[in-house]
């Protein structure tokens, strides 16, 4: 198997999740019918989730790298505005399209601070999966592509934490041994700073065995459209519901919030272990199809 088969397996789970996620936004579409066996009906669109992450992982096709520069013209080129981008976005990727330089861009976003959105950890996982085995690697690469819109500790520390955590759960599906929650979980935060987003995750290690209402309760569930409160969630329901794609995104849709984002964050993840057969067929053929520039 290759990387760019792990890559793209863990894009169809993060656009599944996304798309099927985005539904949930619709009045009339119900967790009680998704639990019974019954998708929302008609085509699925997906959102700013699975745009960026196309732009990204047309990246590593290139030459399996991020180049910053290139990433930027990338998202600033794909860009449309009616996918669901948040207010900050529109602003930094239409500076970008006019030309303005990204890491100026990036720096001056909300009020100088950066980014602390959870858009960086929502397109990453692809990333993460394509250096299964390398979780040093996926770090590094992870913090280059979200440095380019997210200045931020906080936003760069939150697709840090889902890159590596891809990168653990293609690894694992390539040597057949699943981690316990716990090990992915532990992974993951060696690679993290003190940041609210390591804190987060480090409260997820301590409620394996949580509803997912308790687990939403203490963690979040992106409703703030932050990392910290979106990462460490996603990364819960990921650790704990690995081997079951439609589970993992069950629960997303039951915590609520901000249910694309995490949906494609966790499908993201758990498409790295399961591969394309974890997910069920007719939510790929419900998903709108993927755009074919070379991803």
Known sequence: ??????????????????????????????????????????????????????????????DGRVDQDRLARRFADRFEPYRGYGGGAVVILRRIRDGEPW???????????????????????????FHAGDARTAALEALRSAEVTHAHA?????????AVAAAEAGWARLVRNRPTPAELLDAVTGYLVDSQVLDGIRRARTMLDASVGEAAYELGNGAQ????????????????????????????????GDVDTTSA???GIVAAYTGRPGIPAQWLTQREPLATDGT
């Open 225 to 256: 459209v932050l990392a910290q409160d979106t990462v460490p969630f996603a990364l819960w329901v990921a650790a704990t519901r690995l081997d079951d794609y439609p589970a993992a995104v069950g629960a997303c849709v039951e915590a609520g």
């Open 265 to 267: 964050i966790v499908g």
């Open 1 to 62: 198997m290759t990387d760019l088969q792990l890559c793209r397996d863990s894009l169809d789970g993060l656009s599944v999740g996304d798309a099927l996620g985005a539904q949930f936004f619709v009045p009339g579409t119900t967790l009680h019918d998704l639990l019974d066996g019954t998708a929302p009906a008609g085509s699925w669109p997906w959102t700013d989730d699975t745009e960026m992450a196309l732009s990204l992982v047309a990246e590593l096709r290139q």
């Open 103 to 129: 890491r100026d861009v990036a720096r001056d976003a909300f009020g100088g601070q950066g980014s602390m959105g959870n858009g960086a950890a929502m397109r990453v996982a692809p990333l993460g999966a």
């Open 154 to 162: 906080e936003g760069i520390l939150g697709a840090v934490a889902v």
